[in-house]
Structures are given as C-alpha cells and as structure tokens.
C-alpha cells in the first residue's frame, strides 16, 4: 500500500463571525503552546492558520500475501509497516530477534491466511460449475492486472485458473465475499471509533478457489448488492 503524506492548506479568508476575537485568542494560545486543534471537533480557521491532514495509505497492487518477502521486511525496517500489520495482512512470520523474516514460518502463516479466507467467505452466487482453463480453449489470453485475466469471454483468477463468470457478468459475484473492519487493512483509518467504522465497512472478495484477494471495496454499512464497476464487454466476443 502507498504511504501516507502530509497535506497542507492554508487559509486565505477570514470567516465571518461574531466570535471571531475569541477565535483570535484560542489561536494565539496554541500558537504560544504547540497545539492543535481536531477539525472533527468542529475547528476552524482565519486567515494564515495553516490545515494540516494526513489521509490513509491508498489501496494497492495485489494480494498482500504475495508481496515479495524481501520488500516487505524492507517496510518494516523503515518503520513504514509494524511487526503486528506485517503478520496479520502481509503474512509475515519473523524471526526471534525481530529483525529478520523467517521464511519457512512465513510459508505457512500465508497458506494459513488463504485458508481461513477460505472458511469465513460466504459465497455470492451459485454460479456456473467449477472449471479452470484449458491449454484447449480458444482465444486470446488478456491480462487484467495481478489477479485476473479474461479468455473465451470468461473471467479466471490468475492465481489457479478458476472460472468466475463470463465477461457480461459481475465476476465478483464468482468470489467468496468477507466484510471486514476498516482497521483490518489500515490502522489509521477510523481512528476516532478505534478502527471500526460506524459508516464503512470493507468488502473483500476471493476467489473460491485458492483465497487469494480479487477485488477490495470500501462500502456503506447497509448497502446492498455489489458494484459491477468491473466492464469489459467489449471483449465478450474474443
């Protein structure tokens, strides 16, 4: 996942207010102190106060379980992932000591992980019969990015070949679905509810097959159905 940056705004216009010498005030006090005040308290600013933010990390490339092992420990050396994140999305097992990768360890612990995606997914749809692709099929092989490729006008997972629906389809609707916490993926999403979003929720879908992570999604509790935002039928015919 990319890392987060500092975002920073300055104001340009005072806003009009009533309050406004209190407002001075307050601000002169921080500024005296070294503090800050939370914009979800209902701060707000003058002109030359300085908004400082600092979003979450955006999504990334791929299953978090095939990230290169090497890269990963890298992260964790450069203080961009802790030990806790690295085991539980990445897979990593570590050594005693804490500084090196134990690969074999780390082996495992990933099967184990694709496993239990496997136990908690609930599936979508009946679908079509499980296949996997065949040297025989017909047509193109066309990637589409790390975790799917389309032939014979169907959608397979490239990690073990499994048919999820044809193009026309929603192929999420041939995943397993898992819904999640947003602190699963992020510690710093959700903060002011520890993590666990009283709006949001993750919505992770895995091929019933072999477990590995297909589409991620961040979704409205409630909300129903699932984004067909996935199209290629101009592909159908191919």
């Known amino acids: 996942a990319s890392m987060s940056v500092v975002e920073k705004m300055r104001f340009t216009a005072e806003r009009p207010s009533l309050d406004w010498l209190l407002v001075l005030e307050a601000r002169q006090w921080m500024h005296r102190h070294g503090k800050s005040l939370d914009i979800n308290d209902g701060a707000w600013g003058c002109r030359d106060d300085v908004f400082e933010g600092i979003p979450h990390g955006g999504g990334g490339l791929g299953d978090p379980l ?60 009946a679908g079509q019969a499980h296949r996997s692709a065949t040297d025989q099929e017909s047509g193109s092989r066309l990637p589409l990015g790390e975790a799917l490729y389309v032939q014979s006008g169907r959608f397979h997972c490239a990690h073990c070949n499994r048919t999820l629906g044809g193009v026309r389809e929603n192929p999420k609707l041939g995943c397993i679905l898992i819904q999640a916490q947003l602190k699963e993926a992020n510690p710093y999403m959700a903060m002011r509810w520890g993590g666990e979003s009283q709006r949001f929720k993750l919505a992770e879908y895995a091929c019933p097959g072999c477990g590995h992570l297909l589409f991620v999604d961040t979704r409205l509790n409630g909300e129903q159905g699932h984004w067909h935002d996935f199209k290629v039928w101009s592909w159908a015919d191919r």
């Open 66 to 125: 095939d990230r290169d092992i090497l890269l990963v420990q890298r992260d964790l050396a450069d203080g961009y992932v802790s030990p806790e994140m690295a085991r539980s999305v990445y897979g990593i097992e570590l050594a005693p000591g804490g500084r090196e990768v134990d690969q074999a360890s780390t082996a495992r612990r990933r099967k184990e992980l694709l496993r239990e995606r496997l136990r908690k997914g609930k599936k979508l749809s």
